[in-house]
Every structure is written in C-alpha cells, then in structure tokens.
C-alpha cells in the first residue's frame, strides 16, 4: 500500500460538478451488515439468513477509508459521516475514528446508528473524536417500533442509547424517523412531543424509493406537508433558515421556544440542487446519488499501489462529472429501475 504522504489538506483543490454543485460531504458505509431487518431498508424477506453479506476481504480497512477521506478533504469534503448497515457491528470502530479526527481540514465527524449499541459504545466513540450521533427511530411505542425494525428490539434500549451518547457528550443528537403511512405516522405527534423542549432535533423523513427491495409505492408516502400540519395542529411552529448550502433537512421551530424539527422531503420537495454529498460503500464503490445504479470503483485503486495524488485526480474526475438529480426526475419509469439498497450505502 502506498504511503499517505502526497496529500496536503488545507490544499484549495476544491471541485464541483457539471451542474455547479460542490462535494461537501462524504458519508462511509463500514458494514453492509445490521442487527435490525427494518421494513423500508432491509426487509427480511430479501435479506433473510440466506443472504450473502461481503466477504471480510471485500470490506475496506480503516486505513483504506481513512486515505479516501485524507484525499477529498482537499477537492472540498468537511464532513463525514460513519454509516452502515448498522455502524456500530463494526469491531473496534473506534480505531477508524480516531484515525479520522486526526485528518487536517474536517470539521465534522459524525455517525448515524440504530442505536441499539450506543448505550454501551458511545464513552469510546466519544474519546476516540466522534462529534455528535444521529439515531434512527421510528415510534415511542414497542408494537410499533418491533414491528418497523422486525427483531423485536425494544424502544428503552435506543433510549438508552440516547442518553448515553449525549452523557459522552455526543450531542446534541438528531433522531431520524421515517414515516410509512398505514405503520407509523400516528408515531410523529409522539415523537415530536417527547422530544420537544430538549436539544434533540427529530427529523422526520418522507419514505423513499431506495432500492428495488422495499415495496415502494407513491400511496405509502406520508408527504411533509401533513407531517408538519400534524404537529402544527398541536405545537405551532415556523419556518428557520438553512444553516448551510445542502442541508438536508428542512428546518421547522416551535414558536413557544420549545425546540427544533426537521423534514426530509426528497420526494414531494426534492434538493438535488444543493446536493453535495458523496457515498461510499463499505467495498470501496463511490456513488454519487443515493439512487444510483452503480458506483466508482475505489478498492482496486487503493490495492494496486495507487499513490494519494492518483486517488485525488480520481475523486476529481468523477465528481466533476456528476449530474445526478435523480429525485427531480423521479417518475414511475425510473422508480422502477435498479437501485442499489439503502443499507448498501447508509442512505
């Protein structure tokens, strides 16, 4: 492997796409793998015990991550974001943070999780130079909430999770719920109550087509407009600013002073206008678009010897030849082509 020497971070390499769009973001998958068999992500009946998860070798090293994050740090990335599958199935996932808090020029390290492990992982991550946590969770009550991620896991344990990750001082936490209607969209006055007048931001997201995997359909989608007329009905709230180009989330706060939620609109709303932010899998591919197909093949450069400079001039060229906008051209055509899955790159 070639020695990460070439590389100069504070380098102003920075890179857009062919429609002006700069790459800010990356978010790493480290696991294909998950605890849970959630019913939008990875429902059991495709990924069952049959099925057949990444061999060990396939599988980036830490070091290998940590190269592809020390070459896009230069071409603009300032934050990046540990996924899954579920992150934290990982073995010693500390270790790769602690090598990437240590990458001059990113501001931000962050994780998303289920949350099922944080109560027990979040003193490590946190002295290792993890910033903050998002947690996935989709309902306060258990029948519900057994019956989105289908393993029967309870919601006291990501709770749990919670508190543990804003102890190691973690926070402040987000919580990520995906609203599926006819299965938990009585869980959004729930969760945005419980978490009202507190630093945790819910962000409720509208049910995606990701994958070809999960049953999608137009008429499960609960649109943001309802989420937030649901939660208006009972807590007015107003319309905060973005804090930076590409945020994600839609930004809502209590007029009482009671907190902040978000939106995750990318199928009544789409933002692939602002979208600056890239996805790698745990075997290396680079997708530009959480929809995509296919991805840029990583792992054979990093294990043929390639030095940092041939990985930046990579990135940079296929960055810059983005154009993406998948959820701008969603229609029931291209709803029905091939996706990659969700917990194949961590949404």
């Not at 009585?186 to 945005?192: G, I, K, N, Q, S």
Request: hydrophobic share 40%; glycine share 10%; charged share 25%.
């Amino acid at each position: 492997m070639a020695a990460p020497a070439t590389i100069h971070p504070m380098t102003d390499a920075r890179v857009t796409d062919r429609l002006g769009r700069p790459l800010r973001d990356l978010r790493v998958s480290v696991t294909d793998r998950c605890n849970f068999r959630c019913v939008y992500c990875m429902p059991r009946e495709v990924f069952g015990r049959d099925h057949a998860f990444l061999p060990r070798a396939e599988i980036l090293e830490f070091e290998e991550i940590a190269r592809v994050v020390r070459a896009v740090v230069p071409l603009g990335v300032r934050k990046v974001r540990l996924t899954g599958g579920e992150p934290l199935v990982r073995r010693n996932l500390d270790g790769l943070v602690r090598l990437l808090a240590g990458v001059e020029g990113l501001d931000d390290l962050t994780l998303t999780t289920n949350g099922s492990l944080l109560a027990a992982r979040a003193p490590a991550l946190a002295d290792a130079g993890l910033r903050r946590v998002t947690v996935s969770l989709d309902a306060l009550d258990d029948p519900t909430f057994m019956r989105m991620n289908d393993v029967g896991f309870p919601v006291a344990r990501v709770l749990d999770g919670i508190s543990a990750a804003i102890a190691a001082g973690l926070g402040p936490v987000k919580v990520n719920t995906v609203v599926r209607r006819g299965m938990n969209e009585h869980a959004v006055a729930d969760l945005a109550g419980h978490f009202r007048g507190t630093d945790t931001v819910v962000r409720f997201i509208e049910y995606m087509d990701v994958g070809s995997s999960n049953g999608w359909r137009m008429d499960d989608v609960v649109p943001a407009a309802e989420i937030l007329a649901t939660i208006d009905a009972r807590w007015p709230i107003e319309p905060v600013d973005p804090g930076y180009r590409g945020e994600v989330a839609r930004r809502w706060h209590y007029r009482d002073g009671g907190g902040e939620i978000g939106v995750i609109t990318s199928v009544t709303q789409p933002f692939c206008g602002d979208c600056t932010r890239a996805r790698l899998s745990a075997d290396g591919q680079l997708f530009t678009c959480l929809f995509a197909a296919s991805g840029h093949d990583l792992r054979s450069l990093l294990r043929s010897g390639a030095t940092d400079d041939d990985l930046a001039d990579a990135l940079r060229g296929i960055w810059s030849d983005r154009s993406d906008r998948y959820s701008e051209l969603r229609s029931l055509e291209t709803v029905d082509l091939p996706k990659v899955e969700m917990s194949f790159i961590g949404g």
